[in-house]
DNA sequence: ACGACAGTTCGGTGCTCATCGAAGGGTTCC
DNA sequence: GGAACCCTTCGATGAGCACCGAACTGTCGT
């Protein structure tokens, strides 16, 4: 039995617009920092602060520390879904009610998306496993990437890896997906791997969202670069 | 594109625990005056006003002016979908992921289901219906029983029709049914006559819930009394 | 060891909003 | 027509809370 307080107060972590914009941040699920997401929303780091307190008090993030930096994550899938529920709610237009339409939609972002800015889905899970025989190595939490990997990655993506990066942008992390619940490559790496694909069209967005379609040449790229077969059609 | 602001603004309409009360009550299906919820969340009528046209203008609710009463009531299926998710969550436990549990347990809400005191569902439509014919008439927005129907009605439940009513509820009233969408009897008649397949054992509750199910003597009561057959198994 | 950095705690400020009572407008019943 | 009733509008009140800046703790790089 649900009182109305108990539903009040789920309510009550969405209904400010900074928790409400960090909520859709962690949509695309990533972990981001307190201070990214500081920043992402427009409030003081004091303010964040508050804010993440509450949503992991709530059960609706997940937090994990790592050094002096805290990350938070969505919950779980269902906290996604329910966010996606409700946003989709605020959107005018039919087809509202959870229509054939919106089924094949989220079929679609399991197949493949972008996550951010780099791949997500079946598909950046299938890349980054295939990457891990070549240079790829899981280290504890994130990825790292062995001077030969580097050296394939760079020559993949037509990038020196010796030439100096602005910013301090890690090069490799993990990045945990709620669909496959796995953690696929991240970072400047991953963001420089999407940007390859979406070049050369190996990939092409469905419409204007975050979905992503494997192409023909897509489907040569991987085989002739990473050695794997991604299936197109939905499987089952 | 859905921004935060518009998030929360949607979960704003229910971070208020009077407002989370008025939407709980109307999980139902049934239409409730705003006297009625005032009564229920116990604050002022005024206050429920506001509350009204809060929840109207964010189209979670709709309103149906009759007279001097004004009755609201859920905008529309996917709203109480979008409302039984959250109270999902507000409910510790495992299974919480969109399990064959609750979906079973939906279907059977579907099939038959008590709606505040009477019968809803497909079996509270069905009975409705095999009504029209002994007595009940669709009147405009809601039901009136002929004085054949009333007295049929009064044989059934075992209740004398002559006797002075206690308070000012209405005989027979309309109730839309948000599985069915579809008219169903409400009312003091609706409450008797579901009382009756109760007390009977026509229909026994499904655990603790608002769900029942149709006995074998509730066949054959709905056979001899009213000349239908309802399937107890799901259809399709 | 030192500075730079990420995050936290704390006190103060201001705004939003839920609430009520009183007064007013319609509707129904007698 | 008058009384009872349902609901609404309008101020006033008070509590909750989102926000910031400043001071503080802990971590990382040099």
Same mark, same amino acid.
């Given at each position: ?5 108990? %539903? ?11 928790? !409400?914009?960090?909520? %859709?941040?962690?949509? &695309?699920?990533?972990?981001?920092? !307190?201070?990214? $997401?500081?920043? =992402?929303? +427009? ?7 508050? =804010?993440?307190?509450? %949503?992991? !008090? ?8 790592? @050094? ?5 994550? $969505? ?22 009610? @959870? ?18 800015? /780099? ?9 980054? &496993?295939?990457?891990?025989?070549? @240079?790829?190595?899981?280290? @504890? ?44 490559? +991240?970072? $400047? ?9 979406? &070049? ?18 897509? /489907?040569?790229?991987?085989?002739? /670069? ?11």
């Amino acid at each position: 039995m649900t009182t109305a307080a108990d %539903l009040a107060g789920l309510a009550a972590l969405l209904a400010d617009e900074t928790r !409400a914009g960090i909520c %859709l941040a962690l949509l &695309d699920g990533r972990s981001w920092t !307190a201070g990214e $997401l500081a920043a =992402h929303t +427009g409030v003081a780091p004091s303010t964040a602060t508050a =804010h993440l307190h509450r %949503l992991v !008090a709530g059960g609706l993030l997940v937090e994990r520390r790592q @050094g002096r930096h805290r990350y938070v994550q $969505l919950a779980d899938a269902s906290v996604a879904q329910l966010l996606e529920d409700l946003a989709t709610r605020t959107e005018p237009g039919p087809a509202r009610t @959870g229509s054939l339409r919106a089924v094949t939609a989220s079929a679609a972002l399991r197949r493949g998306r972008t996550c951010y800015d /780099h791949l997500a889905g079946r598909l950046g899970v299938a890349v980054t &496993d295939a990457m891990s025989g070549r @240079g790829l190595l899981e280290r @504890g939490s994130g990825f790292a990437l062995t001077p030969a990997g580097l050296a394939w990655l760079a020559d993949l993506v037509g990038w020196d890896p010796a030439q100096p990066r602005p910013g301090r942008r890690p090069l490799a992390r993990g990045c945990l997906d709620w669909t496959e619940r796995r953690e696929h490559l +991240g970072g $400047l790496a991953g963001a420089k791997l999407c940007e390859t694909f979406l &070049d050369n069209r190996w990939v092409v967005r469905i419409g204007s969202g975050r979905a992503v379609r494997l192409t023909t040449a897509g /489907h040569a790229a991987l085989r002739d /670069h990473l050695g794997i077969t991604v299936t197109c059609s939905p499987p089952r």
